[in-house]
Nanobody
Framework: VQLQAFGGGLVQAGGSLRLSCAAS??????????MAWYRQAPGEQRNLVAS?????RTNYVDSVKGRFTISRDNAKVNLQMNSLKPEDTAVYYC??????????WGRGTLVTVSS
């Protein structure tokens, strides 16, 4: 299963971006447990930003609460990012986790927030 993420780009502080990620190959939506977005800033490790379960339960890292919203639609996951800050600059990766334990990663999309 290959995931394709898109929607990154350059935006000024205070602006918005919407990231989307979908599987480029057939995957059963019933096999997907958790969909998530991670990010990795230069020189740092990859960290969870937000996740959403099949039942719709969401989880956010404290630094994005109230600004980011994760949503899912079948085999597609979105991340609406508002009130962006320079510290949000990173490569964002989508992740699908199946009930079987299999994990799939997108190739990453760069988000750059200028001050």
């Amino acid at each position: 299963v290959q995931l394709q993420a898109f929607g990154g780009g350059l935006v000024q502080a205070g602006g918005s971006l919407r990231l989307s990620c979908a599987a480029s190959t057939t995957i059963s939506i019933f096999s997907i447990n958790v969909m998530a977005w991670y990010r990795q800033a230069p020189g740092e490790q990859r960290n969870l930003v937000a996740s959403i379960t099949r039942s719709g339960r969401t989880n956010y890292v404290d630094s994005v609460k109230g600004r980011f919203t994760i949503s899912r639609d079948n085999a597609k996951v979105n991340l609406q990012m508002n009130s962006l800050k320079p510290e949000d600059t990173a490569v964002y990766y989508c992740n699908f986790g199946e009930f079987t334990g299999n994990q799939y990663w997108g190739r990453g999309t760069l988000v750059t927030v200028s001050s």
